[in-house]
C-alpha cells in the first residue's frame, strides 16, 4: 500500500513483537512521530503481558491520511516487525497479518518451517541486533528494523525518522542520537543493497 497519495483514505496497520527490553515501544513511538512529521495522522499503544524485563509484548502503530477512529488492538496488520525471532516458536506472530503482508525479521533467514514463497507473505531478514550492538554496544535491534521498515515501503522518509530519533533521544545526549541514526540508516540501506541486488 502507498502512503503517497493523499487523494484516497489510506490506513496502515503495523504489529510490533518484541521482548521487555529490546526496545519495541520506544520503535512504535518513532514510527508514529515520524508519520507525523510526514503529514500523515498516526497513533502508537502497547499491550504488556507480565511486566518484566525479557516478556514477550506488542505494540500496535497506526498511520493514516484521515482521521484515526478506531483504538483497540491491531488485529489485521499489514506488517509485522518481529525483534526476537524465539518467538515465533511460542507466540501467534502472524496471525491476521493480510495477504501479501511485509514481515521484518531480526534474523539472517526465515526459521525453520516458514516459506518466503509459500506462504503469501513477504520476509525481510536482516541482523538486526548484530548492527545494533556495533551501533549501540548493545544488541538492541529497534532503530535497525524502522530504518529496515521504511526503506522496504516507503510509508515514512528516512529524515522524518531520523528527526524522531533525535527529538525521541536528545535528553541521553548527542553520541546517543547519533548511534541510534547510525543504526537507522544501516538498517535503510541493508533494504535498499538487497533490492538491488535482486533487481
Known sequence: MNMESKNEATLLDIRFHG?????????????????????????????????RRGAPLEAYVRISNTAIRAHNQVYTPDAVVIQDASLLRSEP??????????????????????????????????????????????????????????SATGWVSLSALEQAVTSH??????????ANIAALREGYQFVAQEEEVAS
Open 93 to 150: 506472530l502472524l496471525r491476521g497479518l493480510k495477504s501479501g503482508g511485509l514481515i521484518v525479521l531480526n534474523s539472517e533467514q526465515p526459521p525453520d518451517g516458514f516459506s518466503e514463497e509459500g506462504d503469501g507473505f513477504r520476509w525481510l531478514c536482516l541482523p538486526a541486533s548484530l548492527i545494533g550492538e556495533r551501533h549501540l554496544g548493545r544488541p538492541l535491534p529497534n532503530t535497525v528494523l524502522l530504518g529496515a521498515l521504511a
Open 169 to 178: 533521544l536528545e535528553r541521553k545526549g548527542e553520541e546517543m542520537v547519533k
Open 19 to 51: 521482548r521487555g527490553g529490546q526496545g519495541a515501544v520506544s520503535a512504535a513511538a518513532l514510527l508514529a512521530l515520524a508519520a507525523f512529521d510526514d503529514g500523515f495522522e498516526a497513533q502508537a499503544f502497547p499491550r504488556f503481558g507480565s511486566e
